[in-house]
């Protein structure tokens, strides 16, 4: 029988999926129990036919302040090896097939920073403050930090804030490239939730060959990259919704996607 969630909160918007990360003590410190229900939680609204795109929130204060230092500071390195502690959770949300949108106010560091990184765009409040403190602590970015910053924002700025543990604030975030758009606090989940209705309206099965065409990009060289695009732009010549979407263009009427 499975129970009730406790470090997050779960709604649902029309056809978007919202879990709210609900750890406000400890600043929504990201500890195994919040990392497997907000796994669990995308994976159902993925499976959920009525759902078009999901969104990741936190407080006002903070998206997340990282992974739980109370619950890791007395691991020994054979704890953390053997039993692939910490973060062995997090890949969960990389499998998710539908848009996730992480709308981020206040901290969001170490863990915090590397979880709204796994989303697939960040639209951040004006309060927000990103970085990658773990030098601080005597460890490295351990869920992809030093991985997908550099991607987001080049090394240059990716080496500052994991070598001096630096915070950066919306407006630097947004002008290195690592958010798409930054708003008033009062604004976020109005503008979150804004994209997340335009992107459900859309064919599913344009959406998801989007989001996974432009994960390829990171996966993959130019040439590999631009061969998978093609494939999966023919492939959608198979669908009744690019037939629907053309059609609608000619005829001058808004288009009706079954996802089909
Ligand atoms: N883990 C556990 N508890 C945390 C936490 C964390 N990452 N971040 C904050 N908290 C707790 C604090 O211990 C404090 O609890 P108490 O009230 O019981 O003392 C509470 O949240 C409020 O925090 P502060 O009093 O420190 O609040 P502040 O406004 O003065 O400072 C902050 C806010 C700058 C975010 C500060 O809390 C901070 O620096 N937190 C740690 C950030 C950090 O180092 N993150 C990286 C963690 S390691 C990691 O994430 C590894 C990885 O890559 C996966």
Redesign the pocket.
Known sequence: MSTAPECITVRTEGRVGIVTLNRP???N?LNNQLMDELGAALKAFDADENIGCMIVTGSEK?FA??????AMATYTFADVYKGDY??RNWETIRSVRKPVIAAVSG?A???GC?LAMMCDFIIAADNAKFGQ??I??G?I???G?TQRLPRAVGKSKAMDLALTGRMMDATEAERAGLVSRVVPLDKLMDEALGAALIICDFSQLAVMAAKESVNRAFESGLSDGVMFERRMFHALFATQDQKEGMAAFVEKRKPDFRNV
Do not use: N
């Open positions: 003590k400890q600043l410190a903070a302040a990282g992974a739980d230092i109370g910490i973060t901290f560091l170490g863990g590397e403190p773990e601080k602590l460890i970015p351990g869920a930090g």
